[in-house]
Protein backbone atom coordinates (compact mmCIF):
# COMPACT_ATOMS: atom_id res chain seq x y z
CA UNK A 1 0.00 0.00 0.00
CA UNK A 2 1.26 3.60 -1.06
CA UNK A 3 1.53 6.72 1.03
CA UNK A 4 -2.00 7.36 -0.56
CA UNK A 5 -3.49 4.31 0.59
CA UNK A 6 -1.58 4.63 4.06
CA UNK A 7 -3.37 8.25 4.56
CA UNK A 8 -6.89 7.54 3.60
CA UNK A 9 -6.48 4.26 6.22
CA UNK A 10 -5.21 6.45 8.50
CA UNK A 11 -7.93 9.10 8.10
CA UNK A 12 -10.70 6.64 8.02
CA UNK A 13 -9.31 4.72 11.17
CA UNK A 14 -9.07 8.12 12.50
CA UNK A 15 -12.59 8.70 11.48
CA UNK A 16 -13.80 5.22 13.51
CA UNK A 17 -12.31 6.36 16.14
CA UNK A 18 -14.10 9.77 16.27
CA UNK A 19 -17.57 7.55 16.42
CA UNK A 20 -16.75 5.64 18.76
CA UNK A 21 -16.11 8.82 20.85
CA UNK A 22 -19.73 10.06 20.12
CA UNK A 23 -21.28 6.22 20.61
CA UNK A 24 -19.12 6.29 24.66
CA UNK A 25 -20.29 9.77 24.78
CA UNK A 26 -24.07 9.61 24.06
CA UNK A 27 -24.21 6.59 26.85
CA UNK A 28 -22.33 8.54 29.50
CA UNK A 29 -23.28 12.15 28.83
CA UNK A 30 -26.59 12.02 26.81
CA UNK A 31 -27.57 15.25 26.23
CA UNK A 32 -24.48 17.21 27.15
CA UNK A 33 -23.64 20.24 24.97
CA UNK A 34 -20.15 21.24 25.73
CA UNK A 35 -18.02 22.31 23.71
CA UNK A 36 -16.05 18.67 22.92
CA UNK A 37 -19.47 17.22 22.15
CA UNK A 38 -20.42 19.95 19.46
CA UNK A 39 -16.87 19.10 17.97
CA UNK A 40 -17.34 15.08 17.60
CA UNK A 41 -20.92 15.93 16.38
CA UNK A 42 -19.81 18.49 13.92
CA UNK A 43 -16.82 15.62 12.70
CA UNK A 44 -19.53 13.12 12.64
CA UNK A 45 -23.32 14.14 11.72
CA UNK A 46 -22.53 15.30 8.14
CA UNK A 47 -21.68 11.25 6.98
CA UNK A 48 -24.08 10.45 9.33
CA UNK A 49 -27.30 12.53 8.64
CA UNK A 50 -27.63 11.63 5.24
CA UNK A 51 -27.43 8.12 5.60
CA UNK A 52 -30.43 8.69 8.45
CA UNK A 53 -32.24 10.24 5.89
CA UNK A 54 -31.83 7.40 3.83
CA UNK A 55 -32.96 4.25 6.32
CA UNK A 56 -36.52 6.79 7.56
CA UNK A 57 -37.63 5.51 4.21
CA UNK A 58 -37.42 2.29 5.24
CA UNK A 59 -40.81 1.10 7.13
CA UNK A 60 -38.60 -1.34 10.01
CA UNK A 61 -35.73 1.77 10.36
CA UNK A 62 -38.31 4.29 11.04
CA UNK A 63 -39.80 1.93 13.60
CA UNK A 64 -36.89 0.51 15.07
CA UNK A 65 -36.07 2.05 18.75
CA UNK A 66 -32.14 2.79 18.00
CA UNK A 67 -30.72 4.75 15.23
CA UNK A 68 -29.30 2.37 12.71
CA UNK A 69 -27.67 4.85 10.74
CA UNK A 70 -24.32 5.18 13.31
CA UNK A 71 -24.35 1.33 12.81
CA UNK A 72 -24.60 1.45 8.75
CA UNK A 73 -21.87 4.65 8.60
CA UNK A 74 -19.76 2.56 10.83
CA UNK A 75 -19.90 -1.11 9.00
CA UNK A 76 -19.66 1.42 5.97
CA UNK A 77 -15.84 2.73 7.16
CA UNK A 78 -14.90 -0.63 7.59
CA UNK A 79 -15.69 -1.82 4.24
CA UNK A 80 -14.12 1.30 2.43
CA UNK A 81 -11.04 0.81 4.92
CA UNK A 82 -10.78 -2.83 4.02
CA UNK A 83 -11.20 -1.40 0.05
CA UNK A 84 -8.11 1.18 0.70
CA UNK A 85 -6.12 -1.38 2.32
CA UNK A 86 -6.12 -3.82 -0.58
CA UNK A 87 -4.96 -0.37 -2.97
Not at 27 to 43: E, S
Amino acid sequence: MGIIGRTLALILRAFELVMVIRAVMSWIMPGDANRFTQIVYGITEPVIAPVRRLLLRVDFCRRCPIDLSFLVVFILLELLEGFVRLL
